[in-house]
């Protein structure tokens, strides 16, 4: 089996990471991979935004936890979270974030690097105080955040899950 099909076989959504910091250079190819991704009619309209400061990572979870009102919630402690957001009017923007999303997701694993997908900022990011939050971390008041990105070396262990999603096969 090529290492890409591998590395998409294989991956698994952390939800519990060790406090262990990632190598900027790592980071650094994540956002590549991330930049790499398919956009709708090639406009790009996005913005990564990597977040390694711990606190401010859990003021963000502190401001979704008290919004959703989901107590305890701390986005699983990761040591850094990469947000993409995009501008409200790209026709293509939720799609963009997606493809961006499952390239960050993949490139993480290839380096050894855990990853959740979440998506809790989806409909609040423009609730005051989330919003506040998010323009000070650089990222414009036009933007929407359809999910990010929780990095981290992990801490658990997934074993392989069964997948069942229907195929069909015409011809």
């Given at each position: 089996?090529?290492?890409?099909?591998?590395?998409?076989?294989?991956?698994?959504?952390?939800?519990?990471?060790?406090?262990k910091p990632?190598?900027?250079?790592?980071?650094?190819?994540?956002?590549?991979?991330?930049?790499?991704a398919p956009?709708?009619?090639?406009?790009q309209t996005?913005?990564?935004?990597?977040?390694?400061?711990?606190?401010?990572?859990?003021?963000?979870?502190?401001?979704?936890?008290?919004?959703?009102?989901?107590?305890?919630?701390?986005?699983?402690?990761?040591?850094?979270?990469?947000?993409?957001?995009?501008?409200?009017?790209?026709?293509?923007?939720?799609?963009?974030?997606?493809?961006?999303?499952?390239?960050?997701?993949?490139?993480?694993?290839?380096?050894?690097?855990?990853?959740?997908?979440?998506?809790?900022?989806?409909?609040?990011?423009?609730?005051?105080?989330?919003?506040?939050?998010?323009?000070?971390?650089?990222?414009?008041?036009?933007?929407?955040?359809?999910?990010?990105?929780?990095?981290?070396?992990?801490?658990?262990?997934?074993?392989?899950?069964?997948?069942?999603?229907?195929?069909?096969?015409?011809?």
């Amino acid at each position: 089996m090529n290492e890409t099909l591998k590395t998409i076989l294989t991956r698994r959504s952390t939800r519990k990471f060790l406090n262990k910091p990632i190598p900027e250079e790592e980071l650094r190819q994540i956002i590549q991979a991330a930049l790499h991704a398919p956009s709708g009619m090639g406009r790009q309209t996005w913005q990564f935004t990597l977040v390694k400061n711990r606190e401010k990572i859990q003021a963000l979870a502190a401001v979704i936890e008290k919004t959703l009102r989901r107590t305890g919630y701390d986005m699983y402690q990761p040591e850094a979270v990469l947000i993409p957001s995009n501008d409200r009017e790209s026709p293509y923007g939720r799609e963009d974030d997606a493809c961006a999303m499952e390239n960050i997701l993949l490139a993480a694993h290839s380096m050894g690097i855990g990853s959740v997908w979440i998506n809790q900022l989806q409909g609040i990011c423009d609730d005051p105080a989330v919003r506040d939050l998010l323009t000070s971390f650089g990222i414009p008041e036009n933007h929407v955040v359809y999910g990010m990105a929780a990095l981290g070396y992990a801490d658990d262990q997934k074993e392989e899950k069964e997948r069942i999603g229907k195929v069909v096969i015409v011809e």
